[in-house]
């Protein structure tokens, strides 16, 4: 895998081996940085279900301001950690090693832009938009991404509104807003 954009393009993210991860495919992440397009310059991004933490990365090449990691997985967010060492940019970056949802209860400030991309047999992230939701972590300001596979359960609950969806292949990203 490599940042398709920005400041670290070409760069490798390296993805711990075995099936910790489900790297997002890269076709999909040039799609979801077009889509969002400037609105990540600047922003503070949660990546949620983090992985090799590729989409977290590719935010910071293309100019987030900083990037909160969740990974559940140890040896996965060490290697985010070693990673965001190689780039040489360890100061934007904080890994959590946690689930989402005890992250979401965690996690400190506003985001700007939030991913969650869990393992297919994980149900949609309800729970942890609704706490981030209910901390003032997320607003109406904020864009929200769950990554989900075609046919797979689409995010559901009240309080946020679908806002557009995009399908790649197996792969569909619901682009999501928070409601007043």
């Known amino acids: 895998m490599r940042i398709s954009g920005g400041e670290l393009r070409n760069r490798p993210v390296a993805a ?6 489900r790297p997002t495919p890269g076709r999909v992440k040039e799609a979801l940085f077009s889509i969002v397009g ?3 310059e600047g922003a ?3 990546d949620l279900y983090a992985g090799s933490g590729a989409v ?7 100019g987030a301001a900083h990037v909160t990691f969740v990974e559940i997985h140890a040896p996965t967010a060490a290697a985010i950690k070693r990673t ?23 996690v400190a400030g ?6 969650a991309d869990p393992p297919y047999a994980v149900p949609p992230p309800q729970l942890t938009f609704g706490v981030l939701r209910m901390r003032g972590a997320i607003d109406p300001h904020s864009i929200l991404v769950y990554e989900h596979r075609e046919g797979g359960p689409s995010f559901a609950s009240s ?5 557009r969806e ?14 007043p």
């Open 84 to 106: 965001a060492e190689r780039f040489g940019v360890g100061k934007s970056v904080s890994v959590v090693c946690a689930a989402a949802e005890t992250a979401a209860k965690r």
């Open 56 to 62: 977290g990365f590719e935010a910071l090449s293309r």
């Open 159 to 163: 309080g946020f509104a679908t806002q």
């Open 44 to 46: 503070r991004v949660l």
């Open 16 to 21: 711990p081996r075995g099936t910790a991860t």
């Open 38 to 40: 400037e609105r990540i």
């Open 166 to 179: 995009a399908r790649y292949g197996e792969t569909v990203l619901q682009f999501l807003q928070v409601t």
């Open 110 to 115: 506003r985001f700007d832009f939030v991913y």
